[in-house]
């Protein structure tokens, strides 16, 4: 990786950190989460890296995959376990980072601990040529001696320029296999997820979470006005994920009608969200880091 490259990835992790940092220092027992995104988002904004992805805010038994409407009423409350998943990135170059909080009370502290130190011993571990599945087994064993499992369909990732999910899966379980060995200069984000429920997500409701599908060309489209509101789409948020709010200022006649004929008609996809099947309590912590010869580099 050149010096230029580097140097815009630990710029994205630096404004990132320090968006995540501040992001949980608003959960507070009465806040909106719809004001959480917003100032979250304003301040990566604020400090000039453009956002990687819409702030995600998941409580409880949601792992993954939500981010507040622009009418969202949602508002936080004592004792939830909210994780605050944030993204920055500079030119293109991405950095992804998590935390949890829990609001107030000391109930899952535990099961935050067994999340962060497995990313913690995931991060001694990862060097060049390391086996992907040696993490996913220090991860699984890390959250395991707490009492608590990992959540087996949640996996981390490698990052490449404008794109937040490429080829590698970084694993938490020592059984899912895989042959990728990380060289020096890859981009990994690592994120343990642990819970006291059975361990695997399902797929919720719709997470307000959409992304454009590059490989359909608005050729395809009949409809003029779809297509220029593709086209749109397109050029702004090219291919990183983007919030149904921020279209508004795109859509001033229904921004979700539109989203909607654009997702039935296969040109955007709408994430759903991700839910503990049992209706587990989910915690998380994710870093992004640069993979070296000897080790890695935390970015965020
Ligand atoms: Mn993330
Ligand atoms: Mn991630």
Request: aromatic fraction near 6%; proline fraction near 3%; hydrophobic fraction near 40%.
């Amino acid at each position: 990786m050149d010096d230029t490259v580097s140097e815009k990835y630990r710029r994205a992790g630096t404004i990132a950190a320090a968006a995540r940092v501040y992001g949980a220092s608003l959960l507070k027992p009465g806040v909106s989460v719809l004001e959480v995104a917003n100032n979250v988002e304003s301040m990566i904004l604020e400090k000039g890296a453009d956002l990687a992805f819409p702030v995600n805010i998941s409580i409880d038994e949601g792992a993954a995959h939500f981010s507040p409407r622009h009418d969202d009423t949602l508002i936080l409350k004592r004792g939830d376990v909210v994780k605050l998943d944030v993204g920055a990135h500079i030119d293109g170059y991405i950095a992804d980072t998590a935390k949890t909080v829990e609001i107030e009370t000391d109930n899952y502290s535990t099961m935050i601990k067994a999340s962060n130190d497995a990313l913690e011993h995931a991060i001694h571990v990862l060097k060049e040529g390391v086996d992907l599945s040696e993490i996913g087994k220090v991860v699984e064993e890390t959250i395991k001696s707490y009492g608590h499992k990992p959540i087996t369909n949640l996996s981390g990732h490698s990052l490449e320029r404008y794109k937040l999910h490429s080829g590698m899966s970084v694993p938490s379980v020592s059984a899912t296999h895989s042959k990728a060995k990380p060289v020096e200069g890859d981009v990994l984000a690592i994120e343990p997820f642990a819970t006291n429920g059975v361990g695997r997500v399902v797929s919720g409701k719709g997470s307000n979470i959409y992304l454009c599908n590059k490989s359909i060309r608005s050729k395809v489209i009949r409809d003029n006005r779809l297509k220029m509101l593709f086209n749109r789409l397109f050029i702004k948020f090219k291919t990183l994920p983007f919030a149904e709010r921020w279209c508004e200022d795109l859509f001033p006649d229904g921004g979700e009608l539109a989203l909607k004929k654009l997702s039935f008609l296969g040109l955007i996809k709408h994430y759903p969200q991700l839910i503990e099947a049992k209706g587990g309590i989910v915690t998380q912590k994710e870093h992004t880091v640069i993979v070296k010869d000897d080790g890695c580099e935390v970015i965020t």
